[in-house]
């Protein structure tokens, strides 16, 4: 089987993102992990539902399958990176967040896509242990039963720094929301020291909603182009083919927008390029 490549438009900032959308495209990816954001479609402008069904109609066009990432760095307040989160100390900014996650819920219904991922959030430090786990689980239960509601594939994204920061840290909420899936970002693993990326995969094969790769080192969470970290990934990829994943494998280079032109066609070169390395070994090895 053949991998089903994405790429993050967080990784094509300085695109417009008809622009990017078309440059992903042509580079030959199967879908785009589009980051909500106030130059890539603003869930809060006006006219939302007429703007996604003309995205949906300039996906399939470009058939292109799509995931939405919700990571913007400054779309909910343009003085504070990320915040308000679902961890925030006023009900006020929890709030908002949460009407953020539900327009992206919204949109991923019209445009069918294939997940909608999220991160928890840092705990502020007037936050307590003990509120911010409240915070966290009366927000995921209000999200969780809103997207179930939409047929909406809702995952959660261990994040480096977060209060769900790991996969063990998901697992313990999986048990609580049994329809929450995993966003697995495989360079985390390495980032966190927590675990392989490819023993993330086969364990969470039943819970992964969407995946993102990229390279990374051992305790920096920093997103490399391949090649550039101690990331395994022709490993990485060996795993996703052997649970039979056959959705978007999204490529996360958040810091490459400067130069997407270059960048977008590469990466998805690479990942081909490891795909056909795998293949011929697999041949080697039955000769």
Not at 154 to 181: N, Q, R, Y
Not at 210 to 234: K, N
Request: proline share 3%.
């Amino acid at each position: 089987m053949q991998l089903r490549y994405a790429y993050n438009t967080n990784g094509a900032a300085n695109h417009r993102l008809e622009d990017a959308l078309s440059l992903i495209a042509d580079s030959g990816y199967a879908g785009v992990a589009l980051t909500l954001d106030h130059h890539h479609f603003d869930p809060f402008e006006a006219d939302f539902e007429n703007r996604a069904e003309e995205l949906k109609n300039k996906l399939d066009d470009l058939n292109l399958s799509l995931v939405i990432e919700t990571g913007a760095r400054f779309l909910l307040d343009p003085r504070a990176k990320h915040e308000p989160t679902l961890l925030s100390p006023l009900a006020a900014g929890r709030a908002r967040r949460v009407e953020f996650l539900k327009r992206a819920v919204d949109l991923a219904a019209i445009t069918h896509a294939e997940a909608v991922s999220f991160w928890a959030g840092v705990k502020n430090e007037t936050v307590s242990g003990a509120d911010a786990q409240k915070f966290l689980r009366d927000g995921l239960k209000e999200l969780c039963e809103y997207a179930a509601a939409k047929d909406v594939c809702l995952a959660l994204e261990p994040e480096p720094g977060m209060l769900v920061e790991t996969v063990a840290d998901f697992k313990l909420l999986s048990a609580e929301f049994p329809h929450l899936k995993i966003a697995l970002d495989t360079g985390h693993c390495l980032a966190s020291n927590e675990c392989e990326p490819d023993a993330a995969i086969v364990e969470m094969r039943e819970k992964i909603g969407t995946v993102a790769i990229e390279d990374m080192r051992r305790g920096v969470h920093e997103h490399l182009f391949f090649g550039e970290g101690e990331m395994d990934v022709p490993r990485i990829l060996r795993a996703l083919k052997n649970i039979e994943f056959d959705k978007l494998v999204c490529v996360e280079l958040s810091r490459h927008s400067h130069c997407a032109d270059k960048i977008v066609p590469a990466a998805i070169e690479y990942l081909r390029r490891a795909e056909r390395e795998l293949e011929n070994q697999a041949i080697e090895r039955a000769a």
